[in-house]
């Protein structure tokens, strides 16, 4: 089965980091540019950064700017979220996917939930004292 599988989540105080990780299943990376999602509870998928298939273009939500690093490393067919300085409102299910085509489009947009693929189950991030 083609799946992105995330990892990394976990619960962190205020101001605290996490790295996140998206790791392929059945299939390599390195030719498809990924994005990061995430969900908090009664709120709609927002679309938090993504990375072109050769790290070169990389783009966030303003929400996350200058606090979120997004990477990827195709030799271990994986990509990266660092969160630091994390905010309470940063708390909700992380997921990554692949883009449709060769470039990060309509990452932010509601569709990307339907026009993205290979999605993983998430991973939960918890900002809580």
């Known amino acids: 089965q083609l799946q992105l599988v995330e990892s990394g989540g976990g619960l962190v105080q205020p101001g605290g980091s996490l790295r996140l990780s998206c790791a392929a299943s059945?299939?390599?990376?390195?030719?498809?540019?990924i994005g990061w999602f995430r969900q908090a509870p009664g709120k709609v998928r927002e679309g938090v950064s993504c990375?072109?298939?050769?790290?070169?273009?990389?783009d966030y939500a303003d929400s996350v700017k200058g606090r979120f690093t997004i990477s990827r490393d195709n030799a271990k067919n994986t990509v990266y979220l660092q969160m630091n300085s994390l905010k309470p409102e940063d708390t909700g299910v992380y997921s990554c996917?692949?883009?449709?085509?060769?470039?990060?489009?309509?990452?932010?947009?509601?569709?990307?939930?339907?026009?993205?693929?290979?999605w993983g189950q998430g991973t939960q991030v918890t900002v809580s004292t």
């Open positions: 996917a692949a883009a449709p085509g060769p470039i990060c489009s309509g990452y932010k947009s509601p569709s990307a939930r339907q026009n993205y693929r290979y």
């Open positions: 059945g299939f390599t990376l390195d030719k498809y540019p």
């Open positions: 990375i072109s298939s050769g790290g070169s273009i990389i």
